[in-house]
């Protein structure tokens, strides 16, 4: 079997964090979210992958390139943001006489969930939800899938559709579905032409989520970091102290006097410290700098990102190249310890987490001693003034 994987959309829910790079690029863990779902596929036992791309689609080519883990990966482009079933129309000149698997390249999946989901024949992925009112929600009869219902009042099932689907090879003459409701030619439609026409097994899956929104690349980020075998291969001073799971990639450093607490896990080139405390789950990532005096929780730092002196930077994710200036204060609680709210779209939504900090896009400049509310979101390039209380998203 091959497997074909959705990477084409932008991620416009995550932004600022898409703005350079497409979603499933964004980091998780030691890789990019895409790479996880495409261990997922080969670990499955897949013998090709099929990627599609589209927004940046350059940034996970150069990733993959022509094989990925001894499996062959072909590319196919996907011009607009049509659709899920217009994406996999897209990879049709891939597509062969062989059944085929369909991943969401944004999403991180059980793995012996999709292994058993890849011998039973025709499936889908599910997940048991106890309000399936804002998912696709499977009527199920004799272990058989009889229909899938878009966010139903009355859900048919506790099954939200998890967006990983094993289909035969017939499904490929099966994708021109016409467009639903909110304007794309959606998989479910083809889905529901395979449940028609064949036998199509429920699979639940114990483990999965859907990276849509930046609390969830934290969400991620605290699934795989726990999943890391503990190592120090770069440099850590006898003078600091590692308690947990803590991983320290070579290439990295870390100096005298920090405290990391895991999981957590520093990446090739980075460098925490003097005094630093990092705690879990954190990621930091390539060639990034935590500094002296400064405490980082739960969060993800991207590629470059600095915290240089005398900062907190808690349930945070801060992309590529940002710099908090000396003294940049992350607040991640309110004070009525109500859910903390982002604006997502230009829509306020609670993001469910009683801690969540702030979401910097790329090269976000602070000045020292920023204030941040909790849940802000500053645009690509933003920087806020020495000593600026800032509780607005720019
Ligand atoms: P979504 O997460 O629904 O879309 P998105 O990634 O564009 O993000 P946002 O809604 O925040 O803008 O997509 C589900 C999966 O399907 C994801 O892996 C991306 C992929 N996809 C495509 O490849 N092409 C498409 O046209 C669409 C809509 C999604």
Redesign the pocket.
């Known amino acids: 079997m091959y497997a074909v994987?959705?990477?084409?959309?932008?991620?416009?829910?995550?932004?600022p964090l898409?703005s350079d790079v497409?979603?499933?690029m964004l980091p998780v863990a030691d890789r990019p979210i895409?790479a996880h779902?495409a261990d997922t596929a080969v670990e499955a036992g897949v013998d090709k992958l099929v990627v599609?791309?589209?927004?940046e689609g350059d940034a996970v080519r150069d990733y993959f390139g022509d094989s990925y883990r001894g499996v062959p990966v072909d590319y196919a482009v996907?011009r607009?943001?049509?659709?899920?079933a217009?994406?996999v129309a897209?990879a049709r000149d891939h597509l062969t006489a062989e059944p085929f698997a369909v991943?969401?390249?944004?999403?991180l999946y059980d793995p012996d969930a999709i292994a058993h989901l890849f011998e039973v024949g025709p499936a889908v992925g599910a997940v048991r939800v106890d309000d399936p009112t804002n998912y696709g929600v499977l009527e199920t009869a004799d272990e058989t899938v009889t229909g899938i219902v878009e966010k139903p009042d009355e859900p048919p099932s506790t099954l939200a559709n998890a967006?990983v689907y094993v289909f035969p090879a017939q499904a490929r003459n099966w994708l021109e579905v016409p467009a639903s409701e909110r304007g794309?030619?959606e998989?479910t439609d083809v889905l529901a032409r395979v449940i028609e026409a064949d036998t199509v097994r429920p699979v639940v899956l114990d483990r999965w989520l859907?990276?849509?929104?930046p609390w969830e690349l934290l969400a991620a980020n605290e699934w795989k970091l726990d999943e890391l075998e503990p190592r120090l291969e770069g440099t850590v001073s006898d003078d600091a102290v590692v308690r947990g799971p803590v991983v320290v990639e070579s290439g990295a450093s870390v100096d005298a006097g920090v405290v990391l607490e895991g999981p957590v896990l520093i990446r090739s080139g980075a460098s925490v410290g003097p005094n630093a405390y990092v705690r879990g789950a954190t990621l930091v990532g390539e060639d990034a700098h935590v500094g002296h005096a400064v405490e980082v929780k739960n969060s993800v730092l991207m590629q470059g990102a600095t915290v240089g002196h005398l900062s907190y930077v808690g349930d945070s994710v801060l992309g590529r190249d940002v710099n908090f200036g000396a003294g940049t204060t992350v607040a991640n609680l309110r004070h009525d310890d109500e859910p903390v709210e982002h604006t997502v779209?230009g829509e306020r939504v609670s993001t469910g987490r009683r801690k969540f900090g702030v979401v910097a896009g790329p090269e976000v400049k602070t000045g020292i001693d920023s204030s941040l509310a909790p849940g802000l979101a500053l645009s690509a390039n933003a920087t806020t003034d020495p000593g600026e209380v800032v509780d607005r998203d720019r």
């Open positions: 994987l959705l990477a084409a959309g932008e991620g416009t829910r995550i932004r898409s497409p979603k499933p895409v779902t599609v791309v589209g927004y996907q607009e943001r049509a659709g899920t217009d994406a897209a991943l969401n390249g944004d999403n967006g794309e030619r998989i859907d990276v849509g929104r779209k």
